[in-house]
């Protein structure tokens, strides 16, 4: 008789229902990869009346979520409800009963991944998280087996969809930023409340998830300097452009002696590379390992089918681990716990890179001379400028990209200049990659 | 005491120095995410004199790779020799003794696949082949395990990168193929013997991995459809850049109805597709599962270190499971060896596609008109024409693009136009993908 591994799902939202689609249209693949059959037992939600376009099996769903944690015929529980409260509680009730579990919970990972690291340890149980970063891009199992070899010299991640969606959509279509959001929420490709995607906080939960994997640590996204796109005009983009260059929010982190850099902001990266080719809601990771150089994984970052995919892919290693007989044996973040370690990471401040500014300024004589005579004098070099008389707030724009230079030394000069009674809008600084 | 994992490794070349390497600069690190060190007891290689430019232990090197074979303290036998002999035997001899393989050959995988996975089977011991397709790229993990829970609708690989290289430079650069070719060979990016990769056969031992896997099958490179790029002029990928096209080298697989699609050829890919960014030697591979959607991997293809990680990957992977006493955790070809199963691969003759023609003809009125009147005949519809006066040979050139059509109404077109009086050399067929 053919095995059966015996699941419970927390949360039938998008991504809850995109998995039981997936288990009832992909059941005989998965069964023949697999040698064994997935069942769903039970389905916990507080909304156990809406259509969601699928079929359950009658008496399936449940209001309470204890009853899923409580069944001993449940192998593996599925978390999908998102947020930290009430879901670490109950996936450490689920963990404590011997159950192993699978999330797509970036925030409560990027929070309290330690404790559920313990937690899995203490019970010898396995947890699954492939779907929290870039839903439908295998990144978890990339780089915790696939780069095992890899010491990780950077890693720069497109990981919102809506953010990106904004920002490509500025790019190829022009518009403004809240306007595009607009019509991205009316697309349902952007939230009612998006602040988490557009402030860049979203980026910084799967950020906190990629290093800890990369580097052996456990950071939290609060360690993580994080900016949003949501001051970037149309002017920014078309400036860009004209310079060779797209504005993206990335993620990036890299070890730098013995600090790791961690911070998320809009970016410039040059017109020809890879990454500027990611479109939409497409998300993207580029990362140089010492052995293998540079690589890229490209896909969907979130979705009902995409993420519905990552975690039965998830759900699929866990059965495996049952059916042969072992668990955690690969461990949580990358390293075997006694090797995690504290990293270092590297101030902003302290951070050495090229910037593009946009000066918003009087028009009138000197004042370029005036500008570059302080930066000038903070150290900050200039590797070109142009001002094109273009009229923004009643002034002219000056833009201007720098050579390599320290931030705090920048913020020094720029505090000056933004105090200047010639200066009419708060200086634009975006920070731009182009050694990749 | 630190676990020890102990390996014996056949072939000191460039993939087996890489392997060294990367165990030397990164041991700690792997030390620290296994929790057991890699040691390398014995090497085999027929040349033990050569400096590789790498410190080896004393005696560690041996001329006799049955020495490995037969000593009983090895876990795990790395084979990178290549070829089909002795590396089979030697591969099958290890099993035999209860030894975990892992190996990089993609010539015997492609062709002996069935019987080493009966020999792993039969000895309860895993087979590691990461290395053998698109070397650094981790393609063989994402789609075993990250896109297990996926029907995949179509693979396109560029997975050969000295025909990637030489397509690349007499695209951005200028030049024609044999020129480039022997720069290549010069610089160390072509063999001296560049025939398996100039003439498609190297891709096609590697679709046909990716095929087995995908589909749960056992198929052969002499099953696939394959012709190289020798025959590209740079007349071609001139027109095909000012039609908005790249020339590729792809390799094409694509589930239609009950048949699978198994082909390698250039290939016209639009100009704005990732894979058209995909230069130089890199590696990479587009694909569609009905779950995920369109993904991509990008990496090195090839190379010492590149490869070597992807081997280490391997031993690692196969590590953790001597480490948790397990094996054939993940079935070898994607699928259980019960559910193995017979495609059916379509004739080259019944793919529907559309075709980019360069005629060679006369220069005199009437030959469009004659040329266009046999394609109709036979079904060939015609999408857009461009005749520019190109002297070509004598003659000039038409340049056509037609709409889907059926191979083998194109070819019976062709042999008829082929054979005209007014046609001064057979006409050049490119195959397009820009359904993508």
Same mark, same amino acid.
């Given at each position: 008789?053919?095995?059966?591994?015996?699941?419970?799902?927390?949360?039938?939202?998008?991504?809850?229902?995109?998995?039981?689609?997936?288990?009832?249209?992909?059941?005989?693949?998965?069964?023949?990869?697999?040698?064994?059959?997935?069942?769903?037992?039970?389905?916990?939600?507080?909304?156990?009346?809406?259509?969601?376009?699928?079929?359950?099996?009658?008496?399936?769903?449940?209001?309470?979520?204890?009853?899923?944690?409580?069944?001993?015929?449940?192998?593996?529980?599925?978390?999908?409800?998102?947020?930290?409260?009430?879901?670490?509680?109950?996936?450490?009730?689920?963990?404590?009963?011997?159950?192993?579990?699978?999330?797509?919970?970036?925030?409560?990972?990027?929070?309290?991944?330690?404790?559920?690291?313990?937690?899995?340890?203490?019970?010898?149980?396995?947890?699954?998280?492939?779907?929290?970063?870039?839903?439908?891009?295998?990144?978890?199992?990339?780089?915790?087996?696939?780069?095992?070899?890899?010491?990780?010299?950077?890693?720069?991640?497109?990981?919102?969809?809506?953010?990106?969606?904004?920002?490509?959509? %500025?790019?190829?279509? =022009?518009?403004?930023? &809240? @306007? +595009?959001?607009?019509? /991205?929420?009316?697309?349902?490709?952007?939230? #009612?409340?998006?602040?988490?995607?557009?402030?860049?906080?979203?980026?910084?939960?799967?950020?906190?998830?990629?290093?800890?994997?990369?580097?052996?640590?456990?950071?939290?996204?609060?360690?993580?300097?994080?900016?949003?796109?949501?001051?970037?005009?149309?002017?920014?983009?078309?400036?860009?452009?004209?310079?060779?260059?797209?504005?993206?929010?990335?993620?990036?982190?890299?070890?730098?002696?013995?600090?790791?850099?961690?911070?998320?902001?809009?970016?410039?990266?040059?017109?020809?590379?890879?990454?500027?080719?990611?479109?939409?809601?497409?998300?993207?990771?580029?990362?140089?390992?010492?052995?293998?150089?540079?690589?890229?994984?490209?896909?969907?970052?979130?979705?009902? %089918?995409?993420?519905? =995919?990552?975690?039965? &892919? @998830? +759900?699929?290693?866990? /059965?495996?681990?049952?059916?042969?007989?072992? #668990?955690?044996?690969?461990?949580?973040?990358?390293?075997?716990?006694?090797?995690?370690?504290?990293?270092?990471?590297?101030?902003?401040?302290?951070?050495?890179?090229?910037?593009?500014?946009?000066?918003?300024?009087?028009?009138?004589?000197?004042?370029?001379?005036?500008?570059?005579?302080?930066?000038?004098?903070?150290?900050?070099?200039?590797?070109?400028?142009?001002?094109?008389?273009?009229?923004?707030?009643?002034?002219?724009?000056?833009?201007?990209?720098?050579?390599?230079?320290?931030?705090?030394?920048?913020?020094?000069?720029?505090?000056?200049?933004?105090?200047?009674?010639?200066?009419?809008?708060?200086?634009?600084?975006?920070?731009?990659?182009?050694?990749?």
């Amino acid at each position: 008789m053919m095995k059966k591994i015996t699941i419970g799902i927390i949360g039938l939202g998008t991504v809850g229902t995109g998995v039981m689609r997936i288990l009832r249209s992909n059941s005989k693949i998965i069964r023949e990869r697999l040698g064994a059959a997935l069942s769903v037992k039970k389905i916990a939600d507080l909304d156990i009346k809406s259509d969601r376009g699928i079929r359950l099996p009658k008496g399936i769903l449940t209001k309470d979520a204890q009853e899923i944690i409580n069944d001993p015929s449940i192998d593996v529980v599925v978390e999908l409800i998102g947020g930290c409260e009430p879901a670490k509680t109950l996936l450490m009730g689920a963990m404590a009963e011997g159950k192993h579990v699978v999330t797509a919970n970036k925030a409560l990972l990027a929070s309290h991944g330690i404790e559920l690291l313990k937690a899995a340890h203490h019970a010898q149980v396995d947890i699954g998280f492939e779907a929290s970063v870039a839903g439908g891009i295998p990144i978890i199992k990339a780089r915790r087996e696939g780069f095992a070899a890899n010491r990780i010299r950077f890693i720069l991640g497109i990981l919102n969809g809506t953010a990106n969606y904004i920002l490509s959509t %500025m790019t190829n279509e =022009g518009g403004n930023f &809240s @306007d +595009i959001l607009k019509e /991205a929420q009316r697309q349902g490709y952007a939230e #009612s409340d998006p602040v988490l995607d557009i402030e860049g906080l979203d980026t910084a939960h799967k950020l906190a998830i990629l290093i800890s994997m990369a580097y052996g640590t456990t950071i939290t996204a609060e360690d993580i300097y994080t900016e949003g796109i949501s001051h970037i005009e149309p002017l920014d983009i078309e400036f860009a452009r004209e310079l060779g260059y797209k504005i993206k929010l990335l993620a990036i982190a890299r070890e730098i002696g013995s600090q790791i850099e961690a911070r998320v902001h809009p970016t410039l990266i040059p017109h020809e590379h890879l990454l500027s080719k990611v479109d939409g809601t497409y998300n993207a990771i580029f990362l140089d390992g010492d052995a293998v150089g540079p690589s890229m994984f490209y896909g969907k970052g979130a979705g009902m %089918m995409p993420s519905g =995919g990552a975690v039965i &892919s @998830d +759900i699929i290693d866990i /059965a495996r681990n049952i059916l042969t007989g072992t #668990s955690n044996r690969v461990p949580f973040f990358s390293h075997q716990p006694e090797y995690l370690r504290k990293i270092i990471i590297k101030n902003i401040k302290e951070i050495e890179t090229r910037y593009y500014l946009r000066f918003s300024v009087d028009d009138r004589p000197g004042v370029l001379s005036k500008l570059s005579g302080i930066l000038g004098k903070h150290n900050i070099s200039i590797h070109s400028v142009i001002q094109k008389g273009r009229r923004n707030k009643g002034g002219v724009s000056i833009f201007l990209l720098t050579h390599e230079s320290r931030e705090a030394a920048l913020r020094k000069a720029l505090d000056h200049i933004d105090h200047l009674s010639l200066t009419r809008a708060k200086t634009m600084v975006i920070r731009i990659e182009d050694q990749i």
